[in-house]
Nanobody
Framework: QVQLEESGGGLVQAGGSLRLSCAAS????????MAWFRQAPGKEREFVAS????????VYAGSVKGRFTISRDNAKNTLDLQMNSLKPEDTAIYYC????????????????WGQGTQVTVSS
């Protein structure tokens, strides 16, 4: 029903940049919230950033604030994450996630996920 597909991951040196993209196949964007999460080996999955589709309102984790920018493209139905000043600790699998904050598809937590894209930052 809801399909998310990440792309743009890769290997980059510390201080470099990467731009991730998530293609969203969703029937309705009403009340849509989308987010990026990441999970490093041996660590719990953590929140990175989120965006309210209709308003563009964003929320960032403290660890990435000022370095990462989440955005959406209404024409392309894509979610992007611009990552600058990358650090080795940013190395993780990055996941695109979605949920609906109201309506018949309401979810209290993110329930739709992509398969992830690997980001590796070398020192």
């Amino acid at each position: 029903q809801v399909q998310l597909e990440e792309s743009g991951g890769g290997l980059v040196q510390a201080g470099g940049s990467l731009r991730l993209s998530c293609a969203a196949s969703i029937r309705t964007f009403s009340s849509l919230r989308m987010a990026w999460f990441r999970q490093a080996p041996g660590k719990e999955r953590e929140f990175v950033a989120s965006i309210t589709w209709s308003t563009g309102t964003t929320v960032y984790a403290g660890s990435v604030k000022g370095r990462f920018t989440i955005s959406r493209d209404n024409a392309k139905n894509t979610l992007d994450l611009q990552m600058n000043s990358l650090k080795p600790e940013d190395t993780a699998i990055y996941y695109c996630a979605a949920r609906f904050s109201s309506g018949i598809y309401y979810q209290e937590q993110y329930g739709y996920w992509g398969q992830g894209t690997q980001v590796t930052v070398s020192s």
